[in-house]
Nanobody, 120 residues
Framework: QVQVVESGGGLVQPGGSLRLSCAASGSIFGISTVGWYRQAPGKERELVALIFSGGATNYADSVKGRFTISRDNAKNTVYLQMNSLKPEDTAVYYC??????????????WGQGTQVTVSS
């Protein structure tokens, strides 16, 4: 039906960069809001960044000025460019996609997550 797949995680040194991708596929009529979230070991899942259908964005204070969320509507893909990474950014990163299916159903779906580790 509909799949959401994150990619681009990995191991990076402090101060380095990574770009995460969140690709949605399947019976999607249109994508609305997409959010990137992260969950570190022993902690609650937290919002990192949101991008709305019109392109407006919102960021957690901890990542403002370092992370940039963007979308390519033609590819049903949202990106998270992460610069100046810190060890405290280490977490599993998930995206959540709100969409309307061709059936008319409006719902949301989580991806499986991608691990980001910032360490020297």
């Amino acid at each position: 039906q509909v799949q959401v797949v994150e990619s681009g995680g990995g191991l990076v040194q402090p101060g380095g960069s990574l770009r995460l991708s969140c690709a949605a596929s399947g019976s999607i009529f249109g994508i609305s809001t997409v959010g990137w979230y992260r969950q570190a070991p022993g902690k609650e899942r937290e919002l990192v960044a949101l991008i709305f259908s019109g392109g407006a964005t919102n960021y957690a204070d901890s990542v403002k000025g370092r992370f940039t969320i963007s979308r390519d509507n033609a590819k049903n893909t949202v990106y998270l460019q992460m610069n100046s990474l810190k060890p405290e950014d280490t977490a599993v990163y998930y995206c959540n996609v709100e969409f309307r299916a061709y059936s008319g159903l409006y719902t949301s779906l989580w991806g499986q997550g991608t691990q980001v580790t910032v360490s020297s």
